[in-house]
């Protein structure tokens, strides 16, 4: 698979194995950053990284 600086909307909730509106959330919560292009909003990888490396130690707290 091609490794992207950033991905849009659609792409992250591929990686993520998410639904698009639950990335969307997450966007619009912060908890994953992203950046305005013009009219297109993009994720950049180490954003996806750096929220699931959360959840992970997140998930090492409980």
Known sequence: METKVAYSLEEAAQVLSLG???VKQLVAAGEITSVRV????LIPRSALETYMNR???EQKMT
Do not use: A, F, H, Y
């Open 38 to 41: 013009g009219r297109r909003r």
């Open 55 to 57: 959840l992970i130690d």
């Open 20 to 22: 698009k509106t639950t």
